[in-house]
């Protein structure tokens, strides 16, 4: 048979797509690159305004530790110790909290009771920031205070941690206000993880004799270790970006204390607290440099966040398997 | 094909809908701006007085309902900024411009003082006591030098009062404000190393102390901690019934705050009162003055580049420091002394557009 040029049937060819198909693809392609965009300028942005204070203090800006409006010497070592300090108390706290109620909530619990315990753990992340501040203010700081700061300074008072006044407020109760912040971001997160693990890894690990406990342990949660970090890692995020319930309790003392008892500052406070009123250049460019700072930190603990989550990739997937 | 023809249909008449709509909706709203423009007079600025402000704007429209005031409290530094780029047509300061920042404005701007106030040092004791502080003793507690209650010298000066063995704790601003401000500058004029060692601004680097946000952080903090002394507005401490500790003033008598013997601050410092009304009134002379004071300014250009907005504001001025200064009192800041109201008068004829005095000849 002779060949007979056949019209190109294909669909995905450019020429016979319907003119609303190019549209569409036009305006989506516009979104994502907008929002590209957005933080692109964001960083440019920022990074132009932060340049004068860059060029004036250079590396010491990152390893001194005087906060000195007046004298305009800024140095943000007590800053990004506070940050990192009051983020790594909060996970302490978070993560054997949240763990043990997603493992509860994915492998343990009743079916009835799981949606109810699930919607009010959500709840938590529902209350606005400012709210956590005020119960920090009138009510942990003074429990703290009063029960719990004395009976740590007494039975382990020894070890430099639990050294010092109690005032209540303090870096510890950052600590348990960020925790108490960032376990629904945990819960969540973990629980689809776990919920994700197929189900024929749990029967093998029961059929090869294991307890309940061990069953989970070695199938479930190994199986789901990255995706797990990677929740850990979106509530430090979280955690390292608060800013009003951390201002309202840690005592904005820019100052590196061992003590957990002792005040502290974080980078997010110190831009909230001082960005109205720093009139000279020199300083508001200071504030930019520590927000320029804080948004690389929080990017890149996010990137890797985002990154352990998907290299779940293999073992972890919905509905396969 | 039917379906291709009629979702094709579909599509342009969604467009052209939307297209009317929008336009529509567009050319509405201009024409609703366009209709209700009455004059908005847009100010920005300092967070302490904006109670008074807010007052004051709606007593004047009751005398000149054609001026509608917006009023953004975003803080002293905030105010200087925005009128600095002239986006508003008054900012508002606790304290006063500097040099650097006036030479930056892009006219000459003129500070107006509108009320006056107090910071008082506030304290969490048993029993209430009331306290008396020398300068001295207050700028050693604030350096970290006094750190206990029951330190001789506080006895001193507090005689009959029993003031226990406790650590004092103090509390102070975290965040930028014109309260540290005129907290910094009397306690810089009154000690020496304070003066070198922290100096005056709206944020300073504390020697010791706890921060909280706002009034109410401090307040806050200063009620649930006890053996905290730390530093407020007078009206935020009237308003909560925070103890109020007297100050010793610079004739040696020691004053307690409040509205009077903050008015006698700035009458004291009357005679000695510079064109600009850029003065520091802490630690003035005067008997019943109260040592830790200060105006707060609106901050005005002296060529105004709008007509009907400048004499309008200028009115309001004029209204402002006349009648209006029967509305302070209530609402626990201290009105302007006679004699600087007669100055002030001298500057709010000096205000101009294209020349012209924008009030007319009394």
Not at chain 2, 126 to 154: C, Q, V, Y
Not at chain 2, 178 to 190: A, F, N, P, Q, R
Not at chain 2, 191 to 196: H, L, N, P, V
Not at chain 2, 325 to 351: G, N, R
């Amino acid at each position: 048979m002779p060949e007979v040029a056949l019209p190109r049937l294909d669909h995905a060819s450019r020429r016979h797509r319907h003119w609303g198909d190019h549209v569409f693809r036009l305006l989506a392609r516009c979104a994502a690159l907008s929002l590209l965009g957005l933080v692109v300028t964001l960083v440019l942005v920022m990074g132009r305004a932060a340049l004068p204070s860059m060029r004036a203090f250079g590396w010491r800006f990152l390893v001194t530790s005087t906060w000195d409006p007046v004298a305009e010497v800024f140095g943000v070592l007590p800053l990004i110790y506070g940050t990192i300090v009051s983020s790594m108390l909060a996970l302490l706290l978070a993560v054997p909290l949240g763990l043990g109620a997603a493992i509860f909530l994915a492998e343990l619990a009743p079916f009835w009771i799981r949606p109810p315990i699930a919607f009010l753990i959500e709840l938590l992340a529902a209350v606005p920031s400012v709210v956590y501040g005020l119960w920090g203010i009138f009510v942990l700081a003074p429990f703290l205070r009063d029960w719990i700061q004395p009976t740590l300074g007494a039975s382990l008072g020894f070890l430099p941690l639990f050294q010092g006044p109690p005032y209540g407020i303090g870096m510890l109760a950052a600590g348990v206000i960020l925790a108490i912040m960032i376990l629904p971001f945990i819960v969540a997160v973990s629980r689809e993880v776990l919920l994700a693990v197929p189900n024929t890894q749990r029967e093998a690990a029961l059929a090869l004799g294991a307890t309940r406990w061990e069953a989970t342990h070695v199938a479930v949660l190994r199986y789901g270790k990255s995706g797990l970090i990677g929740a850990i890692l979106l509530g430090l995020g979280r955690a390292i970006g608060e800013t009003m319930a951390v201002t309202m309790v840690i005592g904005n003392r820019p100052e590196i204390s061992l003590s957990l008892f002792a005040p502290g500052y974080t980078m997010a406070s110190m831009i909230a607290n001082e960005f109205t009123e720093a009139t000279s250049d020199l300083y508001l460019s200071a504030l930019i440099e520590v927000g320029l700072l804080l948004f690389v930190v929080t990017v890149v603990v996010n990137a890797l966040a985002r990154l352990l989550v998907w290299s779940v990739g293999g073992p972890v997937q919905r509905g396969r398997e | 094909m039917n379906v291709k023809r009629f979702s094709n249909h579909r599509l342009v008449l969604q467009t052209m809908l939307f297209a009317v709509l929008s336009t529509g909706m567009l050319s509405l709203g201009a024409f609703a701006q366009s209709a209700g423009a009455q004059m908005l007079i847009n100010g920005a600025g300092a967070t302490f007085p904006y109670p008074i402000y807010s007052k004051w704007f709606d007593e004047y429209i009751k005398v000149d309902p054609g001026a509608r005031f917006n009023y953004q409290s975003i803080g002293s530094g905030g105010g200087i900024r925005q009128i600095t780029e002239r986006t508003v047509d008054f900012g508002a300061s606790d304290g006063p411009m500097t040099d650097e920042q006036l030479s930056k404005a892009p006219g000459q701007l003129l500070h107006i003082p509108t009320v006056l106030g107090a910071v008082v040092a506030t304290y969490n004791l048993e029993g209430n006591p009331a306290l008396r502080f020398t300068p001295d003793l207050l700028a050693d507690i604030f350096l970290g030098k006094i750190t206990k209650w029951n330190d001789p010298r506080l006895g001193a000066v507090n005689p009959g009062v029993a003031l226990p063995d406790r650590p004092i704790i103090v509390v102070h601003r975290s965040d930028g404000s014109g309260t540290t401000y005129i907290w910094v500058d009397y306690l810089s004029k009154v000690s020496k190393e304070w003066e070198q060692k922290v100096g005056r601004g709206t944020s300073v680097n504390w020697p010791v102390g706890l921060g909280g946000k706002g009034n109410e952080g401090v307040s806050g903090q200063v009620k649930n901690t006890p053996g905290a002394i730390g530093y407020v507005e007078l009206a935020y401490a009237i308003q909560n019934k925070l103890p109020l500790s007297s100050v010793r003033n610079e004739a040696g008598k020691f004053v307690e705050p409040s509205i009077k013997s903050t008015t006698a601050a700035a009458a004291g410092a009357a005679k000695n009162m510079p064109a600009d009304f850029r003065v520091s009134l802490t630690n003035p002379p005067g008997e019943d003055a109260y040592p830790i004071a200060s105006f707060t300014w609106l901050l005005v250009y002296k060529q105004q580049p709008d007509q009907v907005k400048g004499q309008a504001l200028v009115k309001f001025l004029w209204w402002a420091i006349h009648e209006g200064q029967k509305y302070p009192a209530d609402l626990l800041y201290a009105p302007l002394p006679a004699p600087v109201v007669k100055q002030i008068e001298t500057t709010l004829e000096q205000i101009t557009f294209q020349g012209k005095r924008l009030l007319a000849a009394r």
